[in-house]
Every structure is written in structure tokens, then in C-alpha cells.
């Protein structure tokens, strides 16, 4: 088991946002957790990933409470996270926004090999890599976001909302790299208001509601479950 999530707890204030969550995430696994806004998806991933601190609760990782852990050692074991909302560094450069990608790295010939394969997975980003980050379309940012996360040659990536706010044509290609980059045998735990999309690339998934999960199982099921269809998927 690559990430296991057990009675998980964190407030903020005195508003509790997740209410003891438990759940895992196996190696080479797709992962999706799905829900309205505000249920809690991406404190979980916020908390997950060292940017919160739980009240309750344990996030093993490799085996290893990380809890405690802050979040740049957290990169360095091998995890990353795309945040919601893309965060890239709208002054820097597209080369440059990719290698703060690779920062916990030392290995300067392993990064360019990274940063080879990173343009061959984003031919777009290639094209653009001397132009200011700010400046590219949502769905380019976007890109620049995972590619940015994979410099540091993850085990993991936490992905927030990928599709949000992009075109349709972006859509399907943004899960496409996700297809391929969990083909390449990285692990995704994906945050998703698109459940029909995350859905059909996920192998398991977990439903949140206001802060607990009110419904797991194989992402196929809850395709095809009557009750998610109606909640999540507008059917």
C-alpha cells in the first residue's frame, strides 16, 4: 500500500472539514475522490501533502507516518502535488517554472533527462519554453502545472481539479496525460469535479460528502450506480 489515510480530522477554526476519513491508495494505482463543492477534496489533498495539519488521525506514506513531515521533505520522498487553480510562476520563464519542478534534486543529468521527457510528453510546453508562464491559455498552464510536477520524478501525484475552468478539447487532453502518465507507473490520487471524467480514467474511487465518505468502490460501479449518476454526474 503506497498512501494509506486512516481517521483523518482537520478544522479550520472551529469548522471541522473532514470528519475521520479512512482511506488507501495502492502503487500503480488511479485513484479518484469525487463530491460537491466544499465536501472536502481538496483540504484532503492539502493535508495529504503538508500544507495542513490534522487535528486526528494518520497519513502513512511508504509506510511512514508523515504527518509531522514538512511538506518540501514530503516532495523528496516522492510525492507531488498539482494544485487547484494551476499556481505557476507567472513571471518565470516555462523552462523555469519546470525546473522548480526538479528543486529537491541534485542530479543535474537525471533532471535534463527529466526535463527531455517532460517535453517529449508536452511538445506545446517545448515550443514555449522561453516565454513567461503568465502569458500562456488556461489549459497550457495547466500542462505546465504537471509537467512542472513530474521534474521532481514523483511515485505519487496529487492532482486538484485539473480540468477545471478549461475548454473541452483541453479536457480530453488533459486526461489523456493522465492516462499516459499512470501508464508510465505513476500513481495518481485525483481530485475531480468532473466525476464522469474521473471516473472513466480512475480504477477505484471515494465519494466525500461534507467532510466523511459516504460511498467507495471500483470506479466502473460508481459509474454505472444509479445514485452517484443522478448526484455527481447530472443523469
Known sequence: ???EVKNLSVYYGV??????????VDKGEVVALIG???????TT????????????GEILYKGKNIVTVAGNKIVSMG???????????????VAQNLRMGAYTRRDKKEIEDTLAMVYDRFPRLKERQTQRAG??????????AMGRALMSHPDIILM???SMGLSPIFVNEIFDIIESVHKDGTTVLLVEQNAKKALSVADRAYVLETGCISTE???????NDDAIRKAYLGE
Do not use: C, W, Y
Not at 489533498?45 to 490534522?54: M, Q, R
Not at 502535488?81 to 499556481?87: A, I, T, Y
Not at 502569458?135 to 505546465?144: A, K, R
Open 15 to 24: 469548522i471541522q472539514a473532514l470528519k475521520g476519513i479512512s482511506f488507501h
Open 36 to 42: 460537491a463543492n466544499g465536501a472536502g477534496k481538496t
Open 217 to 223: 468502490g471500483r470506479a466502473s460501479d460508481l459509474l
Open 79 to 93: 510525492m507531488a502535488h498539482v494544485p487547484e487553480g494551476r499556481r505557476v510562476f507567472a513571471d518565470l520563464s
Open 160 to 162: 486538484d481539479e485539473p
Open 1 to 3: 500500500m503506497l498512501l
Open 45 to 56: 489533498l492539502h493535508t495529504i501533502s503538508g500544507l495542513l495539519k490534522p487535528k486526528d
Open 135 to 144: 502569458t500562456l491559455s488556461g489549459g497550457e498552464q495547466q500542462m505546465l
